[in-house]
């Protein structure tokens, strides 16, 4: 036995116990006839003492030769401490040692083993073995465990059956890259790993399983933006014998009992917008409200006065800032060059100050009098003391910039409180969306979401105006869940490959067991997948993924630890059939 | 909504209620004026009844047209059934029905969907999605869940943390041999999929974090033996501070409670067994205990005679087979014959009957006298009635045979009843294996497996000898479990290297990582690793584990449903940096 107890066990009920503890040296003090120690573990911190009067000498010698990250196991006594702290647990107490064993030494850690470490980002990766060690990584490691078990719980008491879909699967061309490996015992071909276990969780449904999950690893070989991970982790469900409500009603209840379980917060009934009024009211299909500033159209009062620019723009549109009508010039000078920054891409910006006293100014005012802009402030829902902002141009566009800056400035005013927790239901998404490269139509969601039936009419007519039975979860800004209800019928499946550009053959080359499979009594059915690292982020109240991941990889797809990936032996790649292009 | 109930619920305590049910056509009778139809989903089976008198014509109609496995929904009265069906939990009630909705229709089945099926193997996995509609199936899936959910919760009330680790990861030589997958950001770089986190979680042990377990999917890409599965699913687990005897401690709390709770059995503390004994006593290291027929050494008894074949031999050792007296000279010839087949590789077998009168008359009469037999049966155990079984030659090659032999009898003799349990542990396993192909010593387990304190002055005069702190859990003659405590330090770890033939170079670059991890204070840990697959099907009573996966594979390695691997396009193998050997 290593210990009897670990780090953040002891308190005044054990003062007079002999323990056995066993740790890391987090930080030791010696004043010569008196040596204190820090011993933490995964549990907690315990404080260790040492002295001449009553510690045997070769121990106390001992004693002074332990560096930081040492590795030791210590016998002694649980004493009360002189100097009590009492925001820790073990504060009460502390350890007059009698025995002392270094388990293993350290070398000198590349960086500090605190909650603020003096560690860059890359040497932390390198070296992750060290960073999980201190609380930030630690905790959230041990925070997503907490909520893995509570989304099992809390399914399996729902009848939901967790079963394992297969990793090695086949490559389709559909979606995202897919990442590759080539078969020994096959030769020529090739597995795929799964973007998600789609298929297979809508076949488990033709196999009468009902009600499925899986919190299970997906793959995406895309070229890596930030917080973006190759390898990712999905909570993927289905149901069968279900419609859209059927589906909102339980997953909302599943979101529900995580904010409650894991924070304490009760929402209430999620709200539900349309994509639509989404796109209209935030310029986005995962609007973060936890704050206002919705947009106003301003066509109907800015367009034909003599701004020329307005008048040759699709949609004007503007936001009210709240309390920004103090921005100094150098600062909307600033903002002005952020929304002109390449990514987000706009010409300019058009404001109006909301003044305290009621009156109204703008860089426009040689365009728009003082009725125009109350107007601009009765749309936007500005109050005297808010900075009216607006963009213009191509509508899809303009929404999108404006969006961009609205969130830019809430960040900016403190409005995103990663405490606050602001979930909804975005619906009735676009079946199809146009892609101007391929010059076709591509799912928006994925080729098995089927259309509302009263649009199906439009799919020849109108395809852009199909709605899908799709819909997804956003919370404060991020989609964490998406699903839809599929087609179950062979038919319908047919078409929709035709509408996507499959030719018949290969429809059936990528997906004909799928189609086989409807033609065997497949149930109505749909489901869900929560990007799991990322809601488990949101709710450890972060903004990154990366803490929340045992080893992730970096954004050249590479996990620095270990020095993966790496080149193979040529042996390998004969017995695999294939050979490196020069 | 698609149903108010599910199939398996209904009772006499909803009679006279309206109810909406939806499933499969399990069968339907026709009787011209009265219709019954078997209405199943996952839950179980509800009678449905049409009939002139009650049912509206239409709807009688349209039950008419319905064949096995239509999908369909029905409204209608919970009504009392005449002849009742104890069987059946819905055996007290039918639906009288009076909607009737096709929700899908079906063309017939390949094979059907009943508890014994008319499918063969192939046909059932290329329609696997069929198969799962199958209630053996479908209560495997079922049964592998509720394994799963007990071993995620037993763990996690003891303080285990579920980390996933990565599944792209870095290719190494040792071991079996590794799936890979082309990096296309990193040209002419491979990842490969883990044929265990083992890396990780001793990392995560480095990482302080303290007890780990993962549910997991572990790659292997070897010729696949009958019952292997190219991926396969492995319960993962590490601890920190602690030595064998915790280990063992820990997870044998935790095989006792899912025998418990899964099989309600109570198996009390379980045996051990050292490695040495295991293969004299059973020539296996995986014994089966579940009867006895325990090896009888017999070359101080049947040696030094006239019997050349004996006297020849390393190892001369057999083993009593209960009531097999009886067996005919032509059984006892298939018996010889079974032993000469190349897989087992005997050249003869000696036997001796020892008969329900006391006396013993054996195969080699002419050179032992009574006398000596009745040493024979001593030592093997041997009662009236049973038969001795004696093989010889090289004493490994022997046990391993009389191993084989002694399984095949007890499958004979019905000694191995599934529904019966007999874990073992069996410890102290060699650190090492003689490889004949490469002429060099093996990590019997791992490479990270550490040797017995008391054995390191062994490694450089005889490394055979050298045991390890290693232990396996056996169930029923089959390995679930097994692991070790690990090596950690730098120099002991760099020893195993050199042992196992790695130049300095070549562990750097493959281990250099976790060598350097032993730097930074890694603290004395160990674990085991349960391969889940085997652990379910044997825990559910049965042979092979197919059954227990959702989509396998066949022996070819192929998904013979979504037919993988296959071929992918010439611009996918350019962007990997790839092409194909001619």
């Known amino acids: 036995m290593y210990r009897s107890h670990n780090c953040g066990q002891l308190n005044a009920s054990h003062i007079n116990q002999e323990v056995t503890l066993a740790g890391w040296v987090q930080k030791s003090r010696n004043k010569g006839f008196m040596i204190w120690v820090d011993l933490r573990d995964r549990y907690g911190i315990t404080q260790l003492i040492f002295d001449e009067q009553r510690t045997q000498k070769e121990v106390l010698e001992l004693a002074t030769t332990l560096g930081r990250e040492f590795v030791i196991q210590v016998k002694g006594t649980v004493i009360e401490r002189e100097s009590k702290n009492a925001a820790m647990a073990t504060g009460d107490i502390e350890i007059l040692v009698s025995e002392l064993t270094v388990l293993n030494a350290s070398i000198t850690p590349p960086f500090t083993i605190e909650d603020e470490t003096d560690g860059g980002e890359d040497i932390r990766m390198k070296y992750r073995y060290l960073d999980i060690r201190r609380n930030p990584v630690k905790n959230s490691l041990l925070f997503r465990h907490k909520v893995a078990m509570e989304v099992r719980n809390y399914l399996s008491a729902q009848n939901f059956v967790e079963v394992e879909t297969p990793v090695l699967i086949k490559s389709t061309p559909e979606g995202a890259r897919d990442f590759v490996v080539p078969s020994r015992m096959n030769q020529g071909q090739f597995y795929a790993l799964p973007q998600s276990p789609q298929t297979f969780k809508q076949l488990l449904m033709v196999g009468g399983m009902d009600k499925y999950f899986q919190i299970v690893k997906c793959f995406r070989d895309e070229d890596?933006?930030?917080?973006?991970?190759?390898?990712?982790?999905?909570?993927?469900?289905?149901?069968?014998?279900?419609?859209q409500e059927d589906i909102i009603q339980t997953f909302e209840g599943l979101a529900s009992h995580l904010l409650k379980q894991v924070k304490g917060i009760d929402t209430g009934a999620f709200p539900r917008m349309t994509y639509d009024e989404a796109m209209k009211k935030y310029?986005?299909?995962?609007?973060?409200?936890?704050?206002?500033m919705e947009f106003g159209e301003l066509n109907a009062v800015a367009q034909h006065k003599d701004f020329?620019?307005?008048?040759?723009?699709?949609l004007v549109v503007g936001i009210a800032v709240p309390g920004a009508a103090s921005y100094t010039r150098k600062q909307i000078d600033e903002l002005i060059e952020w929304v002109k920054r390449p990514q987000v891409g706009a010409s300019g910006m058009v404001y109006a100050k909301y003044e305290a006293d009621g009156s109204i100014k703008s860089s426009v005012d040689k365009f728009y009098d003082a009725a125009d802009l109350q107007q601009w402030a009765q749309i936007t829902g500005a109050q005297p003391g808010d900075l009216i902002v607006v963009l213009s141009?191509?509508?899809?566009?303009?929404?999108?910039?404006?969006?961009?800056?609205?969130?830019?400035?809430?960040?900016?005013?403190?409005?995103?409180n990663p405490e606050v927790f602001a979930p909804l239901w975005v619906v009735d998404f676009p079946l199809l969306e146009w892609d101007e490269d391929s010059q076709r139509f591509h799912a928006m969601h994925h080729?098995?979401?089927?259309?509302?039936?009263?649009?199906?009419s439009l799919l020849e007519t109108n395809p852009g105006a199909v709605?899908?039975?799709a819909y997804d979860l956003v919370l404060n800004g991020n989609e964490i869940g998406g699903g839809s209800i599929r087609i179950h019928d062979k038919a319908t499946q047919a078409l929709m490959f035709k509408y996507l550009g499959f030719t018949e053959e290969q429809a059936k080359a990528?997906?004909?067991?799928?189609?086989?499979?409807?033609?065997?009594?497949?149930?109505?059915?749909?489901?869900?997948?929560?990007?799991?690292?990322?809601l488990v982020a949101i709710l450890g109240g972060q903004e990154t993924i990366r803490?929340?991941?045992a080893f992730p990889k970096n954004n050249s797809g590479r996990d620095v630890m270990i020095d993966a990936p790496s080149t193979i032996d040529e042996t390998q790649l004969t017995e695999l059939h294939i050979k490196l292009r020069g």
Chains 1, 2 share one sequence.
């Open 467 to 469: 709605r899908a039975n």
């Open 547 to 549: 803490d929340f991941i």
């Open 447 to 456: 080729p098995f979401t089927s259309p509302k039936p009263e649009d199906i």
């Open 224 to 243: 890596l933006r930030a917080d973006r991970q190759p390898e990712f982790t999905q909570i993927d469900c289905e149901m069968a014998f279900v419609e």
């Open 510 to 534: 990528q997906f004909g067991f799928l189609m086989d499979a409807f033609q065997y009594g497949a149930p109505p059915h749909g489901g869900l997948a929560f990007g799991f690292d990322r």
């Open 393 to 416: 141009g191509d509508a899809h566009k303009t929404r999108t910039r404006l969006s961009a800056l609205r969130m830019e400035l809430a960040t900016r005013l403190g409005l995103r």
């Open 283 to 292: 310029g986005n299909d995962k609007p973060d409200i936890r704050f206002g």
């Open 308 to 314: 020329a620019v307005f008048n040759n723009s699709e």
